[in-house]
């Protein structure tokens, strides 16, 4: 049973515009989540996290959302540029050590 | 900077072959993962081990072993290696604690023919 899910399998987004990830998570004990950045034949890099008692983190052009109500969180990227493209990845740290990942979206940002 | 490095970028192996697939990182991490990455699946855990000779199952661990006799390495066995497991697979390392990030090595893209 996926826990975190990202139903969005690819997102297609213009230079300059923004970029909108979303993310699901089931479980309510989940309290800190993370996002990462993955271009084929590499490893995935860390990108931003966000702890359950926060519900913005900024970075730069990255910043995530979470709403703990609706078990929610979104990474936007603003503005985009065409090296955001990649595979972006949501994951949950539970149960003691397990890190957890939803299915990914893969970012398309045309020039 | 944090290193994690997997021992190849890819192999072909034969069904049946008994496959090891290395990992280290040079930080001192006490957490140490492995996952297979596949088109529309997203990463799913295979194993974890949060310290020398501990290990706990993921989500998919099914035809896998593992092995972390000292802390810097973790080692995932494919005790016989089936199509299936073609597969992108990744190590991770972490420090103890969840709010951290993990670090990722750069995959072994495994063919099973």
Known sequence: DQQVKQNSPSLSVQEGRISILNCDYTNSMFDYFLWYKKYPAEGPTFLISISSIKDKNEDGRFTVFLNKSAKHLSLHIVPSQPGDSAVYFCAAWYQGGKLIFGQGTELSVKP | ?113
């Open chain 2, 1 to 113: 900077d944090v290193k994690v490095t997997q021992s190849s970028r890819y192999l072909v192996k034969r069904t049946g072959e008994k496959v090891f697939l290395e990992c280290v990182q040079d930080m001192d991490h006490e957490n140490m993962f492995w996952y297979r990455q596949d088109p529309g699946l997203g990463l799913r855990l295979i194993y974890f081990s949060y310290d020398v000779k501990m290990k706990e199952k993921g989500d998919i661990p099914e035809g896998y072993s593992v092995s972390r006799e000292k802390k810097e390495r973790f080692s995932l066995i494919l005790e016989s290696a089936s199509t299936n497991q073609t597969s992108m697979y990744l190590c991770a390392s972490s420090t103890g604690g969840e709010t951290t990030e993990a670090f990722f090595g750069q995959g072994t893209r495994l063919t099973v023919v």
